[in-house]
C-alpha cells in the first residue's frame, strides 16, 4: 500500500518544504536591507553578499522542490544552507538560560528539516516531477 503512496508523498514533502523556503527567499528580496542588518548582527563577513546568496538559495531551491527539477541537487544545497545558517543564528547555546527555548525550538526544528531534505537527496522527487519524467519513472 505505501508504494502505491510513494509519489504524492513525496510531491507532499517537496510542497511542504518548498513552502517553508520560498516565502523566506522572496522575504529576503523584498525586506533585503532588514536581511542585511540581521546578517551583520551576527557578524558574519560580507553580508550583502551573503543575502543575495540566501535569497537566491531560498527561491531557486524552493522552486526547483516545487517542480522536482534537479531535486536531489536542490534538497542537499538547502540542507546545508539550513544547517549552516542554524549555528549563526539559533545560537541557543550562547544566550542565557532564560532565553534559549525558542531558538532551542528553531534550532532543532532546523535539524529536523534538515533531515526531511537530506531523504528527499537520497530518495528523489518521485514520479510526480520533472526529474521523474525525465528518467521514465
Excluded at 522572496?26 to 543575502?51: C, D, H, N, W
Excluded at 524552493?62 to 549552516?84: D, E, K, S
Amino acid at each position: 500500500m505505501l508504494t502505491s503512496l510513494q509519489n504524492p508523498l513525496a510531491l507532499a514533502s517537496r510542497l511542504l518544504l518548498a513552502a517553508l523556503f520560498l516565502p523566506a527567499g522572496i522575504s529576503k528580496i523584498t525586506g533585503f536591507a532588514g536581511t542585511v542588518g540581521y546578517i551583520t548582527s551576527v557578524g558574519l563577513p560580507m553580508p550583502t553578499v551573503a543575502a543575495a546568496l540566501a535569497a537566491a538559495v531560498e527561491v531557486l531551491g524552493g522552486l526547483a522542490l516545487i517542480f522536482g527539477f534537479g531535486t536531489r541537487f536542490a534538497a542537499l544545497a538547502l540542507a546545508f544552507f539550513t544547517l549552516v545558517a542554524s549555528f549563526f543564528f539559533h545560537a541557543f547555546w550562547d544566550l542565557p538560560a532564560d532565553k534559549q527555548m525558542m531558538q532551542q525550538l528553531m534550532f532543532f526544528k532546523n535539524v529536523g528539516v534538515t533531515g526531511g531534505l537530506l531523504a528527499l537527496a537520497a530518495f528523489g522527487a518521485g514520479g510526480w516531477s520533472v526529474d521523474g519524467r525525465q528518467s521514465g519513472r
